[in-house]
Protein backbone atom coordinates (compact mmCIF):
# COMPACT_ATOMS: atom_id res chain seq x y z
CA UNK A 1 0.00 0.00 0.00
CA UNK A 2 2.90 2.44 0.82
CA UNK A 3 5.62 1.31 -1.55
CA UNK A 4 7.20 3.48 -4.17
CA UNK A 5 8.13 1.84 -7.52
CA UNK A 6 11.95 2.06 -8.10
CA UNK A 7 11.56 4.23 -10.61
CA UNK A 8 10.02 6.66 -8.10
CA UNK A 9 13.40 6.63 -5.78
CA UNK A 10 15.22 6.99 -8.97
CA UNK A 11 13.47 10.66 -9.93
CA UNK A 12 13.88 11.53 -6.35
CA UNK A 13 17.60 10.56 -6.18
CA UNK A 14 18.10 12.03 -9.58
CA UNK A 15 16.56 15.30 -8.71
CA UNK A 16 18.94 15.35 -5.70
CA UNK A 17 22.14 15.00 -7.64
CA UNK A 18 21.53 17.63 -10.10
CA UNK A 19 20.14 19.69 -7.17
CA UNK A 20 23.15 19.31 -5.29
CA UNK A 21 25.61 20.07 -7.94
CA UNK A 22 24.27 23.06 -9.27
CA UNK A 23 23.64 24.68 -5.84
CA UNK A 24 27.11 23.79 -4.20
CA UNK A 25 28.65 26.61 -6.32
CA UNK A 26 26.89 29.29 -4.17
CA UNK A 27 28.67 27.90 -1.33
CA UNK A 28 32.44 28.31 -2.61
CA UNK A 29 32.56 31.82 -2.59
CA UNK A 30 33.87 34.71 -5.10
CA UNK A 31 37.44 35.64 -5.57
CA UNK A 32 38.88 38.67 -7.11
CA UNK A 33 39.31 38.72 -10.52
CA UNK A 34 40.61 40.80 -14.00
CA UNK A 35 38.32 40.59 -16.38
CA UNK A 36 39.19 41.85 -20.24
CA UNK A 37 37.06 42.08 -22.85
CA UNK A 38 36.71 43.82 -26.02
CA UNK A 39 36.40 48.07 -26.20
CA UNK A 40 35.51 48.31 -29.93
CA UNK A 41 33.65 46.15 -32.53
CA UNK A 42 36.22 45.34 -34.63
CA UNK A 43 38.42 44.03 -31.56
CA UNK A 44 37.90 40.29 -30.71
CA UNK A 45 39.04 38.46 -27.61
CA UNK A 46 40.04 35.28 -28.91
CA UNK A 47 43.16 32.40 -27.83
CA UNK A 48 45.55 35.22 -29.06
CA UNK A 49 44.82 37.75 -26.43
CA UNK A 50 44.23 34.84 -24.09
CA UNK A 51 48.32 33.91 -24.61
CA UNK A 52 49.05 37.49 -24.47
CA UNK A 53 47.35 38.05 -21.27
CA UNK A 54 48.95 34.99 -19.91
CA UNK A 55 52.30 36.15 -21.16
CA UNK A 56 51.55 39.62 -19.51
CA UNK A 57 50.92 37.66 -15.81
CA UNK A 58 54.19 35.44 -16.08
CA UNK A 59 56.23 39.07 -16.93
CA UNK A 60 54.72 40.40 -13.34
CA UNK A 61 55.62 37.40 -11.61
CA UNK A 62 51.88 36.66 -11.40
CA UNK A 63 50.07 33.13 -11.24
CA UNK A 64 46.64 33.06 -11.55
CA UNK A 65 44.40 30.21 -9.62
CA UNK A 66 42.12 29.99 -12.49
CA UNK A 67 42.68 31.85 -16.27
CA UNK A 68 40.36 31.00 -18.87
CA UNK A 69 38.36 32.50 -22.31
CA UNK A 70 34.51 32.49 -21.22
CA UNK A 71 32.32 33.33 -23.86
CA UNK A 72 33.72 36.59 -25.46
CA UNK A 73 35.96 37.77 -22.42
CA UNK A 74 38.82 36.57 -20.34
CA UNK A 75 38.97 36.36 -16.95
CA UNK A 76 41.90 35.73 -14.65
CA UNK A 77 41.32 34.75 -11.27
CA UNK A 78 43.57 35.56 -8.46
CA UNK A 79 44.01 34.90 -4.82
CA UNK A 80 44.17 37.99 -2.98
CA UNK A 81 42.84 41.79 -3.91
CA UNK A 82 46.54 42.61 -4.01
CA UNK A 83 47.33 40.80 -6.86
CA UNK A 84 44.01 41.60 -8.71
CA UNK A 85 45.35 45.10 -8.60
CA UNK A 86 48.98 44.54 -9.46
CA UNK A 87 47.36 41.57 -12.37
CA UNK A 88 45.02 44.67 -13.91
CA UNK A 89 47.88 47.14 -13.98
CA UNK A 90 50.15 44.38 -15.94
CA UNK A 91 47.37 43.45 -18.40
CA UNK A 92 46.46 47.18 -19.16
CA UNK A 93 50.01 47.95 -19.95
CA UNK A 94 50.29 44.94 -22.31
CA UNK A 95 46.90 44.93 -24.01
CA UNK A 96 46.20 48.92 -23.68
CA UNK A 97 49.50 50.79 -24.97
CA UNK A 98 47.41 53.79 -25.57
CA UNK A 99 44.43 54.55 -22.43
CA UNK A 100 42.71 57.54 -24.77
CA UNK A 101 42.13 54.90 -27.34
CA UNK A 102 41.45 51.53 -25.40
CA UNK A 103 41.33 48.13 -27.73
CA UNK A 104 40.45 46.52 -24.63
CA UNK A 105 38.36 46.86 -21.54
CA UNK A 106 40.51 45.58 -18.32
CA UNK A 107 38.54 45.94 -15.39
CA UNK A 108 38.09 44.50 -11.93
CA UNK A 109 35.68 42.22 -11.29
CA UNK A 110 34.79 38.70 -9.01
CA UNK A 111 34.35 35.53 -9.89
CA UNK A 112 33.04 32.07 -8.36
CA UNK A 113 35.86 30.17 -6.79
CA UNK A 114 34.06 27.02 -7.49
CA UNK A 115 36.00 23.93 -8.97
CA UNK A 116 36.68 23.29 -12.15
CA UNK A 117 34.45 19.52 -12.50
CA UNK A 118 31.63 21.69 -11.41
CA UNK A 119 32.61 24.62 -14.36
CA UNK A 120 32.58 22.43 -16.63
CA UNK A 121 29.18 20.82 -15.88
CA UNK A 122 28.35 24.40 -16.71
CA UNK A 123 27.54 24.69 -12.90
CA UNK A 124 27.90 28.98 -11.83
CA UNK A 125 26.21 30.49 -8.97
CA UNK A 126 23.49 32.70 -8.95
CA UNK A 127 24.48 36.45 -9.54
CA UNK A 128 23.95 39.04 -6.47
CA UNK A 129 22.10 42.33 -7.23
CA UNK A 130 23.07 46.03 -6.36
CA UNK A 131 22.16 45.47 -2.65
CA UNK A 132 23.66 42.44 -1.97
CA UNK A 133 26.52 43.07 -3.81
CA UNK A 134 26.83 47.25 -4.11
CA UNK A 135 27.47 49.73 -7.03
CA UNK A 136 25.13 52.35 -8.53
CA UNK A 137 21.84 52.69 -9.59
CA UNK A 138 20.88 55.42 -12.12
CA UNK A 139 16.77 55.81 -13.76
CA UNK A 140 17.04 57.98 -16.44
CA UNK A 141 14.20 59.40 -18.42
CA UNK A 142 13.88 59.47 -22.01
CA UNK A 143 12.59 62.24 -23.60
CA UNK A 144 9.91 61.42 -25.46
CA UNK A 145 8.64 65.21 -26.65
CA UNK A 146 11.98 64.81 -28.74
CA UNK A 147 11.57 61.59 -30.39
CA UNK A 148 8.08 62.38 -31.59
CA UNK A 149 9.52 65.92 -32.52
CA UNK A 150 12.00 64.08 -34.34
CA UNK A 151 9.71 61.59 -36.07
CA UNK A 152 7.64 65.12 -37.30
CA UNK A 153 10.87 66.27 -38.90
CA UNK A 154 11.45 63.04 -40.80
CA UNK A 155 8.29 62.86 -41.87
CA UNK A 156 8.14 66.30 -43.06
CA UNK A 157 10.98 65.79 -45.36
CA UNK A 158 9.82 62.37 -46.16
CA UNK A 159 6.15 64.19 -47.12
CA UNK A 160 8.23 66.99 -49.09
CA UNK A 161 9.72 64.60 -51.22
CA UNK A 162 6.59 62.84 -51.91
CA UNK A 163 4.74 65.57 -53.26
CA UNK A 164 7.80 66.88 -55.68
CA UNK A 165 8.05 63.40 -56.81
CA UNK A 166 4.28 63.80 -57.86
CA UNK A 167 4.24 67.43 -58.78
CA UNK A 168 1.79 68.24 -56.29
CA UNK A 169 2.55 71.90 -55.93
CA UNK A 170 2.15 73.44 -52.17
CA UNK A 171 2.57 77.00 -50.89
CA UNK A 172 4.59 75.68 -48.20
CA UNK A 173 5.90 72.79 -45.99
CA UNK A 174 7.07 73.10 -41.97
CA UNK A 175 7.05 71.62 -38.95
CA UNK A 176 4.55 72.75 -36.04
CA UNK A 177 5.49 70.97 -33.08
CA UNK A 178 5.12 67.41 -33.49
CA UNK A 179 2.41 68.32 -36.03
CA UNK A 180 3.25 69.18 -39.82
CA UNK A 181 1.64 71.59 -41.72
CA UNK A 182 1.34 72.21 -45.72
CA UNK A 183 -0.60 75.14 -47.58
CA UNK A 184 -2.20 74.99 -50.83
CA UNK A 185 -3.50 77.79 -53.11
CA UNK A 186 -6.84 75.67 -54.27
CA UNK A 187 -8.69 72.94 -52.70
CA UNK A 188 -8.39 70.61 -55.22
CA UNK A 189 -4.29 70.26 -54.89
CA UNK A 190 -5.25 69.63 -51.61
CA UNK A 191 -7.24 66.93 -51.91
CA UNK A 192 -4.46 65.47 -54.08
CA UNK A 193 -2.36 65.71 -51.30
CA UNK A 194 -4.94 63.68 -48.97
CA UNK A 195 -4.80 61.29 -51.42
CA UNK A 196 -1.16 60.82 -51.30
CA UNK A 197 -0.98 60.55 -47.35
CA UNK A 198 -3.48 58.47 -47.46
CA UNK A 199 -1.97 56.06 -49.73
CA UNK A 200 1.90 56.43 -48.80
CA UNK A 201 1.63 57.42 -45.26
CA UNK A 202 -0.19 54.96 -42.57
CA UNK A 203 0.86 56.56 -39.61
CA UNK A 204 -0.19 60.18 -40.55
CA UNK A 205 -3.83 61.50 -40.23
CA UNK A 206 -4.81 64.78 -41.86
CA UNK A 207 -7.02 67.49 -41.19
CA UNK A 208 -7.78 70.39 -43.41
CA UNK A 209 -8.85 74.24 -42.01
CA UNK A 210 -8.50 77.59 -43.93
CA UNK A 211 -5.67 79.71 -43.65
CA UNK A 212 -6.63 82.61 -45.07
CA UNK A 213 -7.46 82.39 -48.68
CA UNK A 214 -4.79 79.49 -48.82
CA UNK A 215 -5.65 76.06 -47.41
CA UNK A 216 -4.08 74.41 -45.00
CA UNK A 217 -3.22 70.70 -44.39
CA UNK A 218 -2.55 69.89 -40.66
CA UNK A 219 -0.73 66.13 -40.50
CA UNK A 220 -0.18 64.55 -37.05
CA UNK A 221 1.17 61.43 -36.17
CA UNK A 222 -1.49 58.62 -34.91
CA UNK A 223 -1.84 57.79 -31.61
CA UNK A 224 -0.98 53.62 -32.22
CA UNK A 225 2.32 55.45 -34.28
CA UNK A 226 3.41 57.55 -31.57
CA UNK A 227 3.49 54.73 -29.49
CA UNK A 228 5.17 52.56 -31.24
CA UNK A 229 7.60 55.78 -31.87
CA UNK A 230 7.88 55.81 -28.25
CA UNK A 231 8.46 52.46 -27.74
CA UNK A 232 11.07 52.01 -30.75
CA UNK A 233 12.83 55.09 -29.01
CA UNK A 234 12.85 53.50 -25.78
CA UNK A 235 13.99 50.23 -26.85
CA UNK A 236 17.04 51.59 -28.86
CA UNK A 237 18.11 53.61 -25.99
CA UNK A 238 18.50 50.68 -23.79
CA UNK A 239 20.03 48.59 -26.20
CA UNK A 240 22.65 51.24 -26.68
CA UNK A 241 23.44 51.39 -23.18
CA UNK A 242 23.80 47.57 -23.26
CA UNK A 243 26.55 48.63 -25.86
CA UNK A 244 28.10 50.94 -23.58
CA UNK A 245 28.09 49.23 -20.36
CA UNK A 246 29.90 46.59 -21.76
CA UNK A 247 33.09 48.89 -21.42
CA UNK A 248 32.51 48.64 -18.32
CA UNK A 249 33.65 45.26 -17.73
CA UNK A 250 29.83 44.84 -15.57
CA UNK A 251 28.82 40.76 -15.43
CA UNK A 252 25.36 41.03 -15.04
CA UNK A 253 23.91 44.64 -15.41
CA UNK A 254 20.32 45.75 -15.13
CA UNK A 255 18.98 47.41 -18.13
CA UNK A 256 14.57 47.47 -17.50
CA UNK A 257 11.97 49.32 -18.66
CA UNK A 258 10.15 50.79 -16.03
CA UNK A 259 6.84 52.63 -17.11
CA UNK A 260 6.55 54.19 -20.40
CA UNK A 261 9.33 56.68 -20.46
CA UNK A 262 12.00 55.56 -17.80
CA UNK A 263 14.76 53.26 -18.22
CA UNK A 264 16.48 51.67 -14.95
CA UNK A 265 19.96 50.66 -15.21
CA UNK A 266 22.03 48.93 -12.22
CA UNK A 267 25.58 48.15 -12.06
CA UNK A 268 26.74 45.54 -9.76
CA UNK A 269 30.17 46.06 -8.56
CA UNK A 270 30.50 49.46 -10.04
CA UNK A 271 31.37 52.67 -7.61
CA UNK A 272 32.69 54.84 -9.90
CA UNK A 273 29.76 56.78 -10.27
CA UNK A 274 31.54 59.45 -12.08
CA UNK A 275 32.99 57.04 -14.86
CA UNK A 276 29.70 55.31 -14.98
CA UNK A 277 28.05 58.66 -16.07
CA UNK A 278 30.34 59.21 -18.52
CA UNK A 279 29.67 55.87 -20.37
CA UNK A 280 26.25 56.44 -20.13
CA UNK A 281 25.94 60.11 -21.50
CA UNK A 282 28.66 59.15 -24.39
CA UNK A 283 27.62 59.76 -27.41
CA UNK A 284 28.52 58.19 -30.98
CA UNK A 285 27.68 59.51 -34.35
CA UNK A 286 27.61 57.90 -37.96
CA UNK A 287 29.32 58.84 -40.95
CA UNK A 288 28.98 57.35 -44.74
CA UNK A 289 32.07 58.86 -46.85
CA UNK A 290 33.71 57.58 -50.09
CA UNK A 291 36.74 55.41 -49.87
CA UNK A 292 39.68 57.24 -52.33
CA UNK A 293 39.88 54.55 -54.97
CA UNK A 294 43.32 56.16 -56.64
CA UNK A 295 46.40 54.96 -57.15
CA UNK A 296 47.57 57.19 -53.99
CA UNK A 297 44.51 56.17 -51.74
CA UNK A 298 45.52 52.66 -52.76
CA UNK A 299 49.34 52.77 -51.77
CA UNK A 300 48.65 54.88 -48.95
CA UNK A 301 45.75 51.61 -48.05
CA UNK A 302 48.30 49.15 -48.10
CA UNK A 303 50.72 51.09 -46.05
CA UNK A 304 53.28 52.09 -48.40
CA UNK A 305 52.63 55.47 -48.90
CA UNK A 306 51.64 58.62 -47.41
CA UNK A 307 47.48 59.53 -47.09
CA UNK A 308 46.90 61.68 -49.59
CA UNK A 309 45.76 65.66 -49.33
CA UNK A 310 41.84 65.54 -48.22
CA UNK A 311 41.65 61.87 -47.28
CA UNK A 312 41.84 60.49 -43.82
CA UNK A 313 42.72 56.37 -42.57
CA UNK A 314 40.54 54.69 -40.40
CA UNK A 315 40.98 50.99 -39.99
CA UNK A 316 37.94 48.25 -40.50
CA UNK A 317 36.32 45.57 -38.26
CA UNK A 318 39.06 43.38 -39.54
CA UNK A 319 41.80 45.87 -38.12
CA UNK A 320 42.76 46.65 -42.25
CA UNK A 321 43.25 50.16 -43.01
CA UNK A 322 40.89 52.01 -45.15
CA UNK A 323 41.36 55.48 -46.60
CA UNK A 324 38.51 57.32 -46.97
CA UNK A 325 37.32 61.31 -48.39
CA UNK A 326 36.82 63.72 -45.75
CA UNK A 327 33.39 64.99 -47.23
CA UNK A 328 30.61 63.28 -45.37
CA UNK A 329 27.77 62.20 -47.64
CA UNK A 330 25.66 61.20 -44.49
CA UNK A 331 25.52 60.93 -41.09
CA UNK A 332 23.31 58.90 -38.92
CA UNK A 333 20.41 61.32 -38.61
CA UNK A 334 19.21 59.98 -41.93
CA UNK A 335 19.34 56.72 -41.16
CA UNK A 336 15.61 55.75 -39.56
CA UNK A 337 16.73 51.63 -39.12
CA UNK A 338 19.38 48.76 -39.96
CA UNK A 339 17.91 45.45 -39.88
CA UNK A 340 19.65 42.23 -40.45
CA UNK A 341 18.04 39.58 -43.32
CA UNK A 342 19.42 37.78 -46.30
CA UNK A 343 19.98 39.06 -49.88
CA UNK A 344 16.91 38.04 -52.01
CA UNK A 345 19.49 36.70 -55.09
CA UNK A 346 22.31 35.40 -53.83
CA UNK A 347 20.69 34.27 -50.30
CA UNK A 348 23.59 35.68 -48.40
CA UNK A 349 23.22 37.82 -45.13
CA UNK A 350 22.97 41.51 -45.46
CA UNK A 351 22.09 44.45 -43.71
CA UNK A 352 18.73 46.07 -44.70
CA UNK A 353 19.29 50.00 -44.04
CA UNK A 354 16.38 52.67 -44.26
CA UNK A 355 16.67 56.20 -44.93
CA UNK A 356 14.45 59.40 -44.78
CA UNK A 357 13.67 61.38 -47.42
CA UNK A 358 16.56 63.61 -47.62
CA UNK A 359 19.01 61.07 -47.43
CA UNK A 360 17.01 58.68 -50.01
CA UNK A 361 17.39 61.86 -52.20
CA UNK A 362 21.40 62.02 -51.63
CA UNK A 363 22.27 58.10 -51.59
CA UNK A 364 20.57 57.87 -54.76
CA UNK A 365 22.80 60.71 -56.72
CA UNK A 366 26.16 59.36 -54.86
CA UNK A 367 25.63 55.94 -56.30
CA UNK A 368 24.55 56.79 -59.73
CA UNK A 369 27.80 58.84 -60.09
CA UNK A 370 30.03 55.99 -57.82
CA UNK A 371 28.88 52.59 -59.38
CA UNK A 372 31.71 50.21 -58.60
CA UNK A 373 33.60 52.28 -55.87
CA UNK A 374 33.36 51.83 -52.30
CA UNK A 375 31.85 53.64 -49.69
CA UNK A 376 32.83 53.10 -46.16
CA UNK A 377 29.84 53.21 -43.09
CA UNK A 378 31.86 54.79 -40.22
CA UNK A 379 30.62 54.84 -36.42
CA UNK A 380 32.82 57.85 -34.59
CA UNK A 381 32.97 57.37 -30.25
CA UNK A 382 35.09 59.36 -28.45
CA UNK A 383 36.47 61.01 -31.88
CA UNK A 384 38.12 57.93 -32.84
CA UNK A 385 36.03 56.80 -36.17
CA UNK A 386 36.43 52.88 -37.09
CA UNK A 387 34.51 51.78 -40.39
CA UNK A 388 31.89 49.26 -39.81
CA UNK A 389 31.80 48.25 -43.51
CA UNK A 390 33.16 48.87 -46.73
CA UNK A 391 30.46 47.83 -49.44
CA UNK A 392 30.77 47.76 -53.77
CA UNK A 393 28.25 50.00 -54.77
CA UNK A 394 26.29 47.75 -57.57
CA UNK A 395 23.91 49.88 -59.29
CA UNK A 396 22.00 53.12 -58.63
CA UNK A 397 20.05 53.23 -55.52
CA UNK A 398 16.51 54.53 -54.68
CA UNK A 399 13.90 55.18 -52.82
CA UNK A 400 15.57 55.10 -49.53
CA UNK A 401 16.33 51.26 -48.93
CA UNK A 402 20.39 50.29 -49.28
CA UNK A 403 21.45 46.87 -48.50
CA UNK A 404 24.86 45.86 -47.67
CA UNK A 405 26.16 42.80 -48.09
CA UNK A 406 29.53 40.80 -49.49
CA UNK A 407 30.77 37.62 -47.23
CA UNK A 408 29.21 38.33 -44.11
CA UNK A 409 27.96 35.28 -41.56
CA UNK A 410 24.86 36.17 -40.25
CA UNK A 411 26.14 37.23 -37.01
CA UNK A 412 28.49 39.90 -38.40
CA UNK A 413 25.19 41.12 -39.92
CA UNK A 414 23.68 41.39 -36.90
CA UNK A 415 26.04 43.29 -35.24
CA UNK A 416 26.46 45.63 -38.04
CA UNK A 417 22.83 46.31 -37.68
CA UNK A 418 22.76 46.31 -33.95
CA UNK A 419 25.67 49.21 -34.46
CA UNK A 420 24.29 51.32 -37.11
CA UNK A 421 21.52 50.88 -34.87
CA UNK A 422 22.91 51.88 -31.54
CA UNK A 423 25.13 54.33 -32.33
CA UNK A 424 23.64 56.99 -31.24
CA UNK A 425 20.61 57.45 -28.67
CA UNK A 426 17.41 57.70 -30.35
CA UNK A 427 15.55 60.62 -27.74
CA UNK A 428 17.76 62.63 -24.79
CA UNK A 429 17.40 60.88 -21.55
CA UNK A 430 18.17 62.70 -18.48
CA UNK A 431 19.20 60.72 -14.64
CA UNK A 432 16.74 61.85 -12.78
CA UNK A 433 17.67 59.48 -9.59
CA UNK A 434 21.39 58.20 -8.40
CA UNK A 435 22.50 56.36 -5.66
CA UNK A 436 25.81 54.24 -4.85
CA UNK A 437 25.72 51.01 -2.56
CA UNK A 438 29.16 50.74 -1.23
CA UNK A 439 30.62 46.77 -1.13
CA UNK A 440 30.54 46.79 2.80
CA UNK A 441 26.84 47.48 2.99
CA UNK A 442 26.06 44.50 0.68
CA UNK A 443 28.11 42.54 2.64
CA UNK A 444 26.34 43.35 5.77
CA UNK A 445 22.78 42.61 3.99
CA UNK A 446 23.97 38.84 3.03
CA UNK A 447 25.16 38.45 6.67
CA UNK A 448 21.51 39.43 7.43
CA UNK A 449 19.74 37.66 4.69
CA UNK A 450 21.34 34.46 5.04
CA UNK A 451 20.63 34.38 8.80
CA UNK A 452 16.94 35.15 8.26
CA UNK A 453 16.45 32.07 6.32
CA UNK A 454 18.99 29.41 8.50
CA UNK A 455 17.14 30.78 11.66
CA UNK A 456 13.56 30.74 10.21
CA UNK A 457 14.79 27.39 8.67
CA UNK A 458 16.27 25.80 12.08
CA UNK A 459 12.94 27.14 14.25
CA UNK A 460 10.15 25.51 11.62
CA UNK A 461 12.38 22.18 11.89
CA UNK A 462 12.80 22.77 15.58
CA UNK A 463 8.64 22.83 15.86
CA UNK A 464 7.96 20.48 13.36
CA UNK A 465 10.16 17.83 15.12
CA UNK A 466 8.55 18.03 18.49
CA UNK A 467 5.34 18.54 17.60
CA UNK A 468 4.90 15.54 14.95
CA UNK A 469 7.79 13.59 16.13
CA UNK A 470 9.32 11.58 13.73
CA UNK A 471 6.99 12.93 10.73
CA UNK A 472 7.88 16.42 11.72
CA UNK A 473 11.79 15.26 11.00
CA UNK A 474 10.34 13.69 7.33
CA UNK A 475 8.93 17.28 7.03
CA UNK A 476 12.51 19.20 8.03
CA UNK A 477 13.90 17.05 5.81
CA UNK A 478 11.61 17.37 3.16
CA UNK A 479 12.26 21.41 3.71
CA UNK A 480 15.79 21.01 3.07
CA UNK A 481 15.17 19.75 -0.05
CA UNK A 482 12.99 22.40 -1.07
CA UNK A 483 15.34 25.14 -0.43
CA UNK A 484 17.77 22.71 -2.05
CA UNK A 485 16.31 22.83 -5.33
CA UNK A 486 15.23 26.48 -5.08
CA UNK A 487 18.71 27.72 -4.93
CA UNK A 488 19.22 24.81 -7.85
CA UNK A 489 17.13 25.99 -10.14
CA UNK A 490 18.24 29.75 -9.57
CA UNK A 491 21.36 29.13 -10.04
CA UNK A 492 20.86 27.23 -13.57
CA UNK A 493 18.34 29.98 -14.42
CA UNK A 494 21.47 32.42 -13.88
CA UNK A 495 18.76 34.59 -11.58
CA UNK A 496 20.49 37.36 -10.09
CA UNK A 497 19.38 37.17 -6.11
CA UNK A 498 18.29 40.57 -4.51
CA UNK A 499 17.38 41.52 -0.93
CA UNK A 500 13.41 40.53 -1.97
CA UNK A 501 14.74 37.12 -3.49
CA UNK A 502 15.77 36.34 -0.07
CA UNK A 503 12.71 37.15 1.56
CA UNK A 504 11.22 35.43 -0.98
CA UNK A 505 13.00 32.46 -0.22
CA UNK A 506 11.81 32.68 3.59
CA UNK A 507 8.43 32.79 2.87
CA UNK A 508 8.94 30.16 0.85
CA UNK A 509 9.98 28.05 3.92
CA UNK A 510 6.60 29.25 6.08
CA UNK A 511 4.77 28.24 2.67
CA UNK A 512 6.37 25.06 1.95
CA UNK A 513 5.48 23.20 5.80
CA UNK A 514 1.81 24.31 5.02
CA UNK A 515 1.68 21.42 2.94
CA UNK A 516 3.27 18.73 5.45
CA UNK A 517 1.42 19.98 8.46
CA UNK A 518 -1.85 19.27 6.50
CA UNK A 519 -0.86 16.10 5.48
CA UNK A 520 0.50 15.20 8.86
CA UNK A 521 -3.13 16.64 10.58
CA UNK A 522 -5.07 14.47 7.87
CA UNK A 523 -3.03 11.40 9.56
CA UNK A 524 -3.83 12.03 12.94
CA UNK A 525 -7.25 12.40 11.35
CA UNK A 526 -8.07 8.98 10.06
CA UNK A 527 -5.67 7.50 13.20
CA UNK A 528 -8.52 9.23 15.45
CA UNK A 529 -11.01 7.93 13.39
CA UNK A 530 -9.33 4.37 13.94
CA UNK A 531 -7.81 3.55 11.10
CA UNK A 532 -4.62 1.58 11.10
CA UNK A 533 -1.67 3.01 10.34
CA UNK A 534 -0.79 2.00 7.21
CA UNK A 535 -4.38 2.42 5.71
CA UNK A 536 -3.88 6.05 7.60
CA UNK A 537 -0.60 7.51 5.87
CA UNK A 538 -2.32 6.25 2.29
CA UNK A 539 -5.59 7.94 2.76
CA UNK A 540 -3.53 11.12 4.76
CA UNK A 541 -1.34 11.76 2.06
CA UNK A 542 -4.26 11.19 -1.10
CA UNK A 543 -7.03 13.26 0.45
CA UNK A 544 -4.44 15.91 1.49
CA UNK A 545 -3.44 16.48 -2.24
CA UNK A 546 -6.55 18.29 -3.15
CA UNK A 547 -6.13 21.22 -1.02
CA UNK A 548 -2.52 21.26 -1.14
CA UNK A 549 -3.08 21.71 -4.85
CA UNK A 550 -6.01 24.17 -4.95
CA UNK A 551 -3.82 26.31 -2.16
CA UNK A 552 -0.57 26.55 -4.24
CA UNK A 553 -2.28 26.84 -7.61
CA UNK A 554 -4.27 30.03 -5.92
CA UNK A 555 -0.96 31.13 -4.38
CA UNK A 556 0.99 30.77 -7.50
CA UNK A 557 -1.83 32.77 -9.31
CA UNK A 558 -0.76 35.53 -7.42
CA UNK A 559 2.89 35.17 -7.89
CA UNK A 560 2.27 35.44 -11.30
CA UNK A 561 0.30 38.51 -11.30
CA UNK A 562 3.24 40.08 -9.71
CA UNK A 563 5.80 38.75 -12.03
CA UNK A 564 3.40 40.12 -14.84
CA UNK A 565 2.40 43.61 -13.50
CA UNK A 566 5.45 43.95 -11.08
CA UNK A 567 9.14 45.75 -11.82
CA UNK A 568 12.27 45.74 -10.12
CA UNK A 569 12.28 44.41 -6.89
CA UNK A 570 9.05 43.49 -7.01
CA UNK A 571 9.58 40.75 -9.90
CA UNK A 572 12.72 39.27 -8.21
CA UNK A 573 10.27 38.57 -5.35
CA UNK A 574 7.70 37.15 -7.51
CA UNK A 575 10.33 34.70 -9.38
CA UNK A 576 11.41 33.26 -6.14
CA UNK A 577 8.03 33.46 -4.39
CA UNK A 578 7.03 31.47 -7.53
CA UNK A 579 9.95 28.80 -7.84
CA UNK A 580 9.73 27.78 -4.28
CA UNK A 581 5.62 26.96 -4.69
CA UNK A 582 6.73 24.71 -7.47
CA UNK A 583 9.79 23.11 -5.20
CA UNK A 584 7.84 22.75 -2.03
CA UNK A 585 4.83 20.71 -4.35
CA UNK A 586 7.75 18.43 -5.06
CA UNK A 587 9.57 18.13 -1.93
CA UNK A 588 6.54 18.15 0.86
CA UNK A 589 4.62 15.63 -1.33
CA UNK A 590 6.70 13.49 -3.60
CA UNK A 591 9.71 13.37 -1.43
CA UNK A 592 8.29 13.59 2.23
CA UNK A 593 6.45 10.60 1.18
CA UNK A 594 8.83 8.39 -0.23
CA UNK A 595 11.03 8.71 3.24
CA UNK A 596 7.85 7.44 4.41
CA UNK A 597 7.22 4.81 2.68
CA UNK A 598 10.83 3.84 2.85
CA UNK A 599 10.28 3.53 6.50
CA UNK A 600 7.48 2.60 7.36
CA UNK A 601 5.93 1.07 3.89
CA UNK A 602 8.66 -2.00 4.58
CA UNK A 603 6.43 -3.24 7.86
CA UNK A 604 3.94 -5.53 7.22
CA UNK A 605 2.62 -5.49 10.70
CA UNK A 606 2.60 -1.68 11.96
CA UNK A 607 0.98 -1.00 15.04
CA UNK A 608 2.36 2.59 16.11
CA UNK A 609 3.35 5.82 13.80
CA UNK A 610 5.51 8.62 15.39
CA UNK A 611 3.33 11.41 14.78
CA UNK A 612 3.13 12.85 18.26
CA UNK A 613 -0.03 13.81 20.23
CA UNK A 614 -3.20 12.38 18.72
CA UNK A 615 -6.39 13.64 20.61
CA UNK A 616 -9.18 10.91 20.33
CA UNK A 617 -12.86 11.62 21.04
CA UNK A 618 -15.04 10.23 23.80
CA UNK A 619 -13.75 10.33 27.18
CA UNK A 620 -13.21 13.84 27.93
CA UNK A 621 -9.21 14.65 28.95
CA UNK A 622 -8.44 11.31 27.38
CA UNK A 623 -5.57 11.05 25.00
CA UNK A 624 -3.54 8.47 23.25
CA UNK A 625 0.16 9.23 22.44
CA UNK A 626 1.66 7.44 19.28
CA UNK A 627 4.78 5.65 20.49
CA UNK A 628 7.60 6.31 18.45
CA UNK A 629 9.73 3.87 17.02
Not at 31 to 43: L, N
Not at 284 to 298: C, P, Y
Not at 388 to 400: D, K, M, N, W, Y
Not at 507 to 528: C, K, P, Q, Y
Request: proline fraction near 4%; include cysteine; charge should be neutral.
Amino acid sequence: MNRYPVWKYAVILIALLVGLVYAMPNFFGEAPAVQVSSGKPAVKVDASTLARVQQALDGAGIKPEALALEGTSIRARLDSGEAQLKARDAIQKALVPDPADPPYVVALNLVSRSPHWLSALRAAPMYLGLDLRGGVHFMLQVDMQAALTKKAESLAGDLRTSMREKNIRHAGIARNGQTVEVRFRDAATLQQAQALIADQFAEIQATQSADGSDQKLVAAIKPEAARKVQEQALKQNMVTLHNRINELGVAEPVIQQQGLDRIVVQLPGVQDTAKAKDILGRTATLEVRMVDESTEGRTAEIGSGPVPFGDERYGDREGRAVIVRKQVVLTGDNLTDAQAGFDNQTQEAAVHLTLDAKGARIFKDVTRESIGKRMAILLFEKGKGEVVTAPVIRSEIAGGRVQISGRMTTAEANDVALLLRAGSLAAPMEIIEERTIGPSLGAENITKGFHSVAWGFAAIVAFMAIYYMLFGMFSGLALAVNLLLLVAILSMLQATLTLPGMAAMALALGMAIDSNVLINERVREELRNGASPQAAIHAGYDRAWATILDSNVTTLIAGLALLIFGSGPVRGFAVVHCIGILTSMFSAVFFSRGLVNLWYGRKKKLKTVSIGTIWRPGAEGAITKAETL
